[in-house]
């Protein structure tokens, strides 16, 4: 089989990694469209600036409060349009995507380490992209998937010790990551030369996107750049040696997304080249790996808080598993509260926070006129804190997202892995995971609050809680603030 198959449209334009560049080619693109943005600051403000990257719900709900669901914010050298809201969020993901591109917004800065994979490409290599990797997604591939995802959180949540105080955060994240291996690139992560190498330079790389702004820019040796370059090096030498020992010997058994994307076709017959198969496994990890960790640590955080909802979940799962390890039937069709539950935490903090995308054409919204090339975000983390939308927006309440309820919500309300023909393609891959961690952890043990500890939420890559999140580990049936059994 040959190791590379013409594409049948043409490859995306290849974007600068030179940030001068791209700073001066905004600066342009911004003068082009003067007069055309819709209100909001456009003073320069470094404060502003830091606000958004670090805090930016009271700025974003303030700018909505005042001028409603689109306005503008100077941000660093540019301006920036935000669009919050049902309606807003609608008509970029659903109604009107033909005007925005992912690729030239600031999805752009995943290219160094993603390459071209689904999060950086548009039109029509996009869409022939998402159709050829849509069978690897189906149910029946989710099935054989579970048995990993169980498999790994049987190990971990034995490893834990009742009165340890544990970072969930990095329990989670470690786990994920084992399961990322496994499920998307078939491999062993305890095997040092490749799925250990593998996941410590993932990580490593991942590091980079977590750092402020004005540190990416920097370049040379001992920077975060250079960092991530190495160890990109390292990732690809790795994937594209499996993607060829795998060519070379192909495993019609192998259930894992690296070995299924080798073997899907598109309609036409063609096959991913080599290129195409590593950026697609590369972005699957980008975006399964931290979501999956951030969604069950703030499961876990608002649990401690809600002692009625963790007994309610409790009482679901002792009912429909009786101890039991969860299948996909049961999680799916039977235990609706813990559908419930994960709905209202991907609600208050969705991994995927922001939506950035940039405008192709003027278009018009709200009585707006957006100037093509302006950069425009939604955002679902604002969004879904708006008062009109979601009474009493900051408090934890799963009966909110009843099936009725949820029927009932406008278009666009609730946008955790956005919408449209672009909706997160392993969202139910990544949901899964959730429930079935969740479900394995509460069965044997619960996690409760450390005294005197509060929680901040950082914003990048994704949401996830400032310095992880340390939790007091107890057994289930151990009443709050009485002693655990010494392991």
Request: hydrophobic letters at 40%; proline letters at 8%; a neutral charge.
């Amino acid at each position: 089989m040959p190791t590379e198959t013409t594409a049948p449209v043409a490859r995306p334009p290849r974007m600068s990694d030179n940030p001068v560049r791209r700073i001066a080619a905004d600066i342009v693109a911004e003068w082009r469209g003067r007069g055309k943005f819709p209100p909001g600051p456009g003073d320069f403000s470094l404060s502003r600036t830091h606000q958004i990257a670090h805090d930016p719900l009271p700025i974003l709900l303030s700018g909505y409060e005042e001028h409603g669901p689109i306005f503008s914010l100077r941000l660093f050298h540019t301006r920036v349009v935000f669009m919050l809201g049902p309606e807003a969020n609608h008509f970029i993901t659903v109604a009107h995507p033909e005007n925005f591109h992912w690729r030239e917004s600031s999805f752009g800065d995943l290219i160094p380490l993603l390459g071209d994979g689904l999060l950086t490409i548009d039109d029509d290599y996009h869409d022939r992209a998402r159709a050829i990797m849509m069978p690897a997604f189906h149910r029946e591939q989710l099935t054989a998937m579970i048995e990993t995802m169980r498999a790994e959180a049987a190990e971990a949540v034995a490893a834990l010790r009742p009165g340890e105080a544990v970072d969930v955060y990095g329990w989670m994240r470690s786990l994920a990551m084992r399961i990322a291996m496994r499920a998307l690139l078939g491999l062993d992560p305890d095997e040092a030369g490749k799925g250990a190498a593998a996941a410590e330079h993932f990580e490593r790389a991942l590091g980079f996107y977590g750092i402020d702004y004005p540190l990416r820019l920097l370049r040379g040796p001992g920077s975060p750049w250079r960092k991530l370059t190495s160890s990109r090096q390292v990732l690809d030498e790795i994937v594209f040696g499996e993607i060829a020992s795998r060519r070379a010997a192909p495993d019609p058994d192998s259930r894992d997304i690296l070995s299924l994307l080798l073997g899907a076709r598109g309609e036409a017959g063609e096959a991913f080249t080599d290129r195409e198969v590593r950026d697609q496994v590369m972005t699957l990890m980008f975006a399964g790996h931290d979501t999956s960790t951030s969604t069950l640590t703030f499961m876990m955080h608002e649990l401690a808080r809600h002692p009625d909802v963790l007994a309610r979940l409790h009482e679901e799962q002792d009912r429909v598993l009786a101890g039991a390890v969860p299948t996909l039937d049961r999680l799916e069709r039977e235990m609706p509260y813990l559908e419930m539950v994960l709905d209202e935490v991907l609600r208050l903090y969705p991994p995927a926070w922001i939506g950035p995308r940039r405008a192709v054409r003027d278009f018009e919204f709200g009585g707006y006129t957006v100037p093509r090339d302006a950069y425009v975000n939604y955002c679902s983390w604002a969004s879904h804190r708006i008062p009109e939308v979601f009474p009493e927006p900051e408090a934890f309440i799963p009966e909110r997202f009843t099936r009725e309820r949820k029927a009932a919500l406008p278009r666009g309300a609730y946008v955790p892995f956005g919408g449209g023909q672009r909706v997160c393609i392993g969202k139910r891959f990544g949901q899964t995971e959730v429930k079935v961690v969740a479900t394995m952890l509460l069965q044997k043990l619960r996690l409760e609050a450390q005294p005197g500890r509060t929680m901040s939420v950082r914003q990048m890559p994704t949401l996830s809680p400032k310095g992880g999140l340390k939790m007091r580990v107890r057994e289930r049936g151990t009443p709050q603030g009485e002693p655990a059994r010494a392991a």
